[in-house]
């Protein structure tokens, strides 16, 4: 037996119906994956700077707050997100500062910050898809 058909079988199991006979029925279901919850909460925060409100708001506070090139410093980039999301930790700030700071020259731009947001968008949507895929065995029986 591969590892694939053992796989298979264990997904199968046996439902009993209200009538007390017995009904065998497949069972394909995906592992829950384990996330923390201070994960959670951090997925939260950072879904909520990618929302169209929340990046009408940071463009606007780009284009008031930057400096003469152009750009956002650290202590600057800080403040406005606080002003967006005020529940905001400092530690989740300069985290998302340093992966956007892409040229680590301590400032970012509005085209930088554009740039993370869609490679964040890219990597979920893969990690969806990848997610998603369902195995259906044709022809798909179900024993009564």
Same mark, same amino acid.
Do not use: P
């Given at each position: 037996m591969s590892s694939e058909d053992f796989r298979e079988s264990s997904l199968s199991q046996k439902v009993s119906s209200a009538g007390g006979s017995q009904k065998s029925k497949e069972v394909l279901s995906s592992p829950t994956p384990s996330v923390? &919850?201070?994960q959670t909460s951090d997925f939260q925060h950072k879904s909520q700077l990618f929302t169209e409100p929340h990046l009408a708001q940071m463009e606007k506070m780009f284009q008031d707050e930057v400096d003469s090139t152009g $750009? #956002?410093?650290m202590k600057t980039f800080d403040k $406005?997100?606080?002003?967006?999301?005020?529940?905001?930790?400092?530690?989740?700030?300069? $985290? #998302? *500062? &340093?992966?956007?700071?892409?040229?680590?020259n301590a400032s970012i731009t509005w085209q930088?910050? #554009?740039?993370?947001?869609?490679r964040e968008f890219k990597g979920k949507e893969k990690m969806m @898809?990848?997610?998603?895929?369902? @195995? *259906?065995?044709?022809p798909m029986i179900i024993a009564l």
């Open positions: 923390s &919850l201070s $750009a #956002l410093d $406005a997100v606080k002003k967006i999301l005020s529940n905001t930790s400092n530690e989740m700030i300069e $985290a #998302l *500062f &340093l992966k956007v700071d892409m040229n680590c930088e910050y #554009l740039d993370y947001v869609m @898809r990848s997610q998603c895929r369902r @195995r *259906f065995h044709l």
